[in-house]
């Protein structure tokens, strides 16, 4: 599977963007799409799950209530819609491809997904 991110930008605080995960060459065995990023000097952090087959989500703590995952399997694209950002939201945004785990998706373990896109810069100012 080959992903490739795009969406992000320069924003001010309490603004919003929508982050674009497209993807081609599906395989079966790739049934969920995570969103990473890693701000400068941090390491790669998880944000949020989607379960392609039925939409079921999971976030972290730090963006549950401001980012909503969700994906249109029609055009194989997952979405990230980022509202209220905050400039500790900076960061370059990964998705991934990964299986499904426990009956649903993982988010804040990096090593369960096996396919990286390049990455979008999120930038957030004060």
């Not at 060459?25 to 790669?44: L, M, N, S, Y």
Request: proline share 2%; charged share 20%.
């Amino acid at each position: 599977v080959q992903l490739v991110e795009s969406g992000g930008g320069l924003v001010q605080a309490g603004g919003s963007l929508r982050l674009a995960c497209a993807a081609s060459g599906f395989t079966d065995h790739d049934d969920a799409i995570g969103w990473f990023r890693q701000a400068p000097g941090k390491e790669r952090e998880g944000v949020s799950c989607i379960l392609l087959s039925d939409g079921r989500t999971d976030y972290a703590d730090s963006v549950k209530g401001r980012f909503t995952i969700s994906s249109d399997n029609a055009k194989n694209t997952v979405y990230l819609q980022m509202d209220s950002l905050k400039p500790e939201d900076t960061a370059v945004y990964y998705c991934a491809a990964g299986p499904t785990v426990l009956d649903g998706c993982i988010y804040y373990s990096e090593s369960y997904y096996w396919a990286w896109g390049q990455g979008t810069q999120v930038t957030v100012s004060s």
